[in-house]
C-alpha cells in the first residue's frame, strides 16, 4: 500500500532532481529516500525516474504520477486547513433565528461584525415569531436566538444585549400629532391596534403595563402580528398602538412616533441552548464578549 509520506518523498525528488538535494530537504538520509522511492516504483510496478550520475529525470510515467499526486496532496492539505478551522469555529454555519424587532435594533451591526472579523463562517439567517424563538434553539433549529428577555434554565442560556424604551405610534392628522411626548391616559377614546399577547408575551405585557400605569384601558379593535404591520395600519388611520422605539426606522407616510411619558425599557438579547457543540456558536459568543 502506498504511504503518504512516500508521495511526499517524490514530489521532493521531482522537485530537486538530485537524491541529495531532496533527502537534505526531507531531513532524511540519501539511503532512506532511496528505499522510499524504490518502494513506491515496486508498488506502481512503474519506473518514476530515469536515473543519471549526477541527476534523475522524471519518465513518461513519473510525470503523470506527479500530477496526479499534486492534486491529492493539494487536496489533502485543504482538507486538513479546513478541518482545522472547523474545529476552531473560523470556518461552518451558524444558524441565527430572530425577532423582526432585532432586525431594526440588534441584528444588522451584531451579524456585521461577526462576518468581519470570520468571513468563512456562513450565516443562516431566520426571522420567526418571539414565541417560537426559545423552542428553535432549544430542538436544535437554531444556534442563537435574538430575543426577549427570557430566564435562563439548565439547558438554556441567556445574555442582555440591549434596551430600548416604548413609543406611541399615531396617524399624521391626530389631534396629538404635534404633543412630544404624549402621556397615554390621552387615547381612552381611540381604536388601539396591538398583537397577540401569546406572539410577544414580555412586549405585550410592558406595552399593557405602561398604558394601565397611565389610566388607559386599551380599545383593541385590531389585532395582528407583526409589528410593521402594525404601522401600516397606523398609517392609513385605523387606530394608535405602542410599539418599540425602533419601528421610528420605518418613517411611513401617515404615521406619526411620538415618545411616551414614563415609558419602560424594553430589554434584546441571545438565547444559546447549554451543550451546542457548534465551534462557530463558540466563536460568536466570544466575540458578544469582546464587543
Known amino acids: 500500500m502506498i504511504e503518504l509520506r512516500q508521495i511526499r518523498h517524490f514530489l ?3 522537485e530537486h532532481l538530485h537524491f541529495g538535494k531532496a533527502a537534505e530537504y526531507l531531513h532524511l538520509t540519501q539511503p532512506s529516500l532511496s528505499r522510499s522511492i524504490a518502494a513506491l516504483e515496486a508498488e506502481l510496478g ?3 525516474f530515469a536515473r543519471h550520475s549526477r541527476s ?3 519518465t513518461t510515467a513519473g510525470r503523470e504520477f506527479q500530477h496526479r499526486s499534486k492534486e491529492v496532496i493539494t487536496g489533502l492539505d485543504a482538507a486538513i486547513r479546513h478541518t482545522q478551522a472547523t474545529a476552531q469555529g473560523l470556518r461552518g454555519v451558524l444558524r441565527v433565528s430572530f425577532t423582526s424587532l432585532a432586525a431594526w435594533t440588534l441584528l444588522p451591526s451584531l451579524i456585521k461584525r461577526y462576518m468581519a472579523e470570520y468571513p468563512l463562517v456562513d450565516m443562516v439567517l431566520n426571522e420567526i415569531l418571539p414565541k417560537d424563538l426559545t423552542a428553535a434553539v432549544q430542538h436544535g433549529d437554531a444556534d442563537i436566538a435574538l430575543t426577549f428577555r427570557i430566564d435562563a434554565t439548565e439547558t438554556l442560556n441567556y445574555r442582555a444585549l440591549l434596551q430600548e424604551p416604548l413609543c406611541a405610534v399615531i396617524p399624521s392628522d391626530h389631534p396629538l400629532a404635534a404633543t412630544n411626548p404624549i ?3 390621552a387615547f381612552r377614546h381611540d381604536s388601539f391596534i396591538t398583537f397577540p399577547r401569546i406572539t410577544a408575551p414580555i412586549l405585550y405585557d410592558a406595552v399593557m403595563d405602561c398604558c ?3 389610566g388607559l384601558q386599551p380599545v383593541v379593535r385590531i389585532q395582528t402580528q407583526l409589528q410593521q404591520t402594525i404601522v401600516n395600519l397606523v398609517a392609513e388611520g385605523l387606530g394608535v398602538s405602542v410599539v418599540p422605539a425602533s419601528m421610528r426606522k420605518l418613517q411611513l407616510p401617515g404615521a406619526v412616533f411620538k415618545d411616551i411619558v414614563n415609558s419602560p425599557q424594553i430589554e434584546y438579547g441571545m438565547v444559546w441552548k447549554s451543550g451546542n457543540d ?3 456558536l463558540a466563536t460568536f459568543l466570544r466575540h458578544v464578549e469582546g464587543n
Open 12 to 14: 521532493a525528488l521531482c
Open 46 to 48: 512503474s519506473s518514476l
Open 56 to 58: 534523475v529525470v522524471l
Open 183 to 185: 402621556d397615554l391616559g
Open 212 to 214: 394601565r400605569a397611565a
Open 278 to 280: 457548534n465551534p462557530c
